[in-house]
């Protein structure tokens, strides 16, 4: 049968950012997707030599602007690590609040586009209204809605005063309240059982084998999370990944939605286990230039996210990579989109959460 | 500026911006914000827009691309640069991939600052760039 090949990107309406595939065709079917990138590719790693280490943190947190604290809690991490810093106590617990905030901001931001790109377009607006609430809260206890810069190396620059963190925690209840309303239409309406239901089935082998990280991976039922491996005071609450069996679009979805809840959850815990008091010590200054090299894991929104960072003395370091989660997920969504209709591209690219920004750095 | 003799619509374009000024675009079309009470719709289709909303900054590879969509618009058509490295490069002005702000290919009517540009601003540039849209079109008339 003759081939046709369709451009996908770099300017789609689906996606707000430019991923561009070739995608080959036959009749309806994709038979084949070539990607390529490289149009939002701005060489921040290569910045290490053009800004000092202590100013890096903010160029990293600009990696992306969905999951940009983590960005910069990792950067953090790995230069507290070859410094041989102690972080505050509770600059640690407010590290770790801010870190499952801006997950359940991240995910309700895909929940919205998902919506969008299999044209709900009301459910996207409400996805979204609920989103202001949380930038609301970044807002008040950081200061910028998108891009933080709270991290510090060493600690972090701003507390939260308790009872801010009591407010914090009943507006997140009340969120999760108003989420439900919107979760129930995700979970049984018809017509996104329709698109989604059976679409893109990643098996739980595949997933493995392509190496597919976060949600992805825990749609097709495979239990990896970076946060069980107890860093970052993660074994001090009780946590447990959600898992999905199904590993089509809807088991996505699925999954990204109970993360919401469970993210609620596990701010309720870390604010009862934290340290409590007015004026406690939030950051030990570094001395010195770093020396020496690291690696650091952290799940984001999207999935593992690793840092690597080589530093040699001076105040420039020497190398900075940072391998993301959606580079990670991209064999998977190449394998996903090969086999499936024209009409579902959308649909199996949105649900990897594609990240290209973070992805080309 | 009382009345708009057309409802504008804008094309948004993300030459190689960190996401977070293409989510605020986004969060201006939502509940809380409403950029649509102006008449404004966001379009993917650069033969229907009047606005090209850029974020993000021009780079060798992209260069191309923005030329090619501000081709494609109709006449009269307006440039809106929103946040900092559409302006001037920002932050990543030094990378070695980054040739710049959107000024270097486009003539750009609306300068929108801010890392990441706050809805309120970007609303204000959009609502700006409507009025230069009436000045052009007055002129071409």
New interface residues.
Partial sequence: MKRTIVPFG????VL???LVLDLVLEDEKVIDAIPTI???????E??VD??EYTEMG??VE?????C?FMHGMGYCLALESIMSVEVPDRARWLRIIWAEISRIQSHL?WL?LGADAFGFENL??HC??M??EI?DIFEKTTG????HSVNRIGGVKRDISDSELIAIVARLDGLGKAFEATARVFANDPSIRHRMSGVGVLSMADARAVDAVGPMARASGVRMDTRLAGQNLYDQIEFEPVLETAGDCLARVVVRMREVRQSIDLIHQMVDKMPKGEGLPLENKPRGNPSGETFTRLEQPRGEVVYYVKANGTKYLERFRARTPTFANIPAMIKLVKGCDLADVPNIILTIDP?I?CTER | MSFFSKSPWILHYDASSCNGCDIEVLACLTPLYDLERFGVVNTGNPKHADILLITGSVNERNIDIIRNLYRQMPDPKVVVAVGACACSGGIFARAYNIQGGIDKVLPVDVYVPGCAARPESIIDGVVQGIGALEQKRRKSA
Avoid: N, T
Wanted: proline content about 7%; glycine content about 12%; overall charge positive.
């Fill in positions: 770099p300017q789609h309406p707000a950012e430019p490289g149009y939002i590719h701005r060489g921040l290569a910045m053009r800004v903010f160029v600009r990696i992306c602007g969905i940009s931001l919205g996207f607006m979204w209204r989103r202001e930038l910028g809605r998108i891009i990240c920004s």
